[in-house]
């Protein structure tokens, strides 16, 4: 079974600039999550989307959204880029993100913001 | 998140046993106990998880004390690819998914 894959795997924006970064869960998987990285803060949540609802949210600025299609299938936005943005952004993906339902990561998107 | 202690470093010869413990003190009966670990500029990889009894699959094993008041995790016979930050983490049954890793511990597997 495939995992967890990420679109694109690198990108270099500049300040003010808007992004669009994708994910595709595991076959099967209904829920999928957002998650920021960064040296200084640690792995952080951004928000979480089950059958095309985001049903948990961080505390992230209204600058980070997100959504899911049909087939599960998510994508996040980070629109007005700031410097403070650069970051690897990890998707995860699990059956129904309830219970002890683990957690499956993708290989991050690594966003720099000049 | 200051659920969990580990500590920041720690070696270990290729072939041995890694032996990574991780202390949460203030658990909740309704808490299970997680691992993950990153790879350099990889993203997390699911180790394992348990409650209260120990737990074994085929990356490591799991053992949990009595008192569910601290944990280790090992890796029975570590390699050069198991170099990586590993996470240990709390997370309620029945919570939808918020992962937060604290720092972690860097295991750096030796030739």
């Known amino acids: 079974k495939a995992g967890v894959t990420q679109t694109p795997r690198y990108l270099i924006k500049t300040r003010g600039q808007q992004v669009t970064l994708s994910c595709s869960p595991i076959?099967?998987?209904?829920?999928v999550s957002w998650y920021q990285q960064t040296p200084g803060q640690g792995l952080q949540f951004l928000f979480e989307?089950?059958?095309?609802?985001?049903?948990n949210k961080g505390n992230f600025p209204g600058r980070f959204s997100g959504r899911q299609f049909s087939n599960s299938r998510s994508e996040m936005n980070v629109s007005t880029l700031e410097l403070g943005d650069s970051a690897l952004y990890l998707c995860?993906?699990?059956?129904?993100?309830?219970?002890?339902?683990?957690?499956?990561f993708g290989p991050g998107t690594r966003l720099t913001v000049l | 998140d200051a659920k969990t202690t580990q500590p920041p470093s720690m070696d270990c010869a290729e072939g041995r046993a890694a032996n990574l413990p991780c202390n949460h003190s203030?658990?909740?009966?309704?808490?299970?106990v997680y691992w993950y670990r990153q790879i350099h500029s990889q993203g997390p990889q699911y180790i394992i998880h348990?409650?209260?009894n120990n737990e074994t699959n085929e990356m490591a094993s799991l053992i949990i004390t009595e008192d569910r008041k601290s944990s280790t995790l090992i890796l029975p016979h570590a390699t050069l690819r198991d170099t990586a930050v590993y996470y240990c983490?709390?997370?309620?049954?029945?919570?939808?998914?918020?992962?937060?890793f604290g720092s972690g511990t860097q295991l750096t597997v030796l030739p």
């Open positions: 995860a993906s699990s059956l129904s993100g309830q219970g002890t339902d683990t957690q499956y």
């Open positions: 076959s099967g998987h209904r829920s």
């Open positions: 989307y089950f059958s095309e609802t985001q049903r």
């Open positions: 203030t658990i909740s009966g309704n808490e299970y």
């Open positions: 348990g409650l209260k």
């Open positions: 983490i709390v997370l309620p049954i029945g919570s939808a998914r918020q992962l937060t």
